[in-house]
């Protein structure tokens, strides 16, 4: 089992910027991906960036240009920087954290974001 722990939500105005964190703990294995999903109401939930231990990233087109994701190996953390945010962002954002062997995945329990002026 892994059990992540979300933080780094909340309230921001249009263009502004937020940073989320997610800390995994538990059965942490080398060959992983963590990456950061958004469901936003009566959609989809849909993935926003992931990070492998290797350090490869991927960014969905939404988040290409305005959000960066990073990690820690040593500290199982993986990061968010978003800037620029706009209404359309706003949604629940959750972290996942995939055994890239068994493919076994983890899901934390979600972070609210909400941009609005």
């Known amino acids: 089992q892994v059990r992540l722990v979300e933080s780094g939500g909340g309230q921001v105005q249009p263009g502004g910027s937020l940073r989320l964190s997610c800390v995994a703990s538990?059965?942490?294995?080398?060959?992983?991906?963590m990456g950061w999903y958004r469901q936003a109401p009566g959609k989809q939930r849909e993935l926003v960036a992931s990070?492998?231990?290797?350090?490869?990233?991927t960014y969905a087109d939404l988040a290409k240009g305005r959000f960066t994701i990073s990690g820690d190996n040593a500290k199982n953390t993986v990061h968010l920087q978003m800037d620029s945010l706009k209404p359309e962002d706003t949604a629940v954002y959750y972290c996942?954290?995939?055994?890239?062997?068994?493919?076994?995945?983890?899901w934390g329990q979600g972070t609210q974001v909400t941009v609005s002026s």
């Open positions: 538990g059965t942490i294995v080398s060959f992983n991906r």
């Open positions: 996942n954290y995939l055994q890239l062997m068994s493919g076994y995945s983890f």
């Open positions: 990070i492998r231990n290797s350090g490869a990233t």
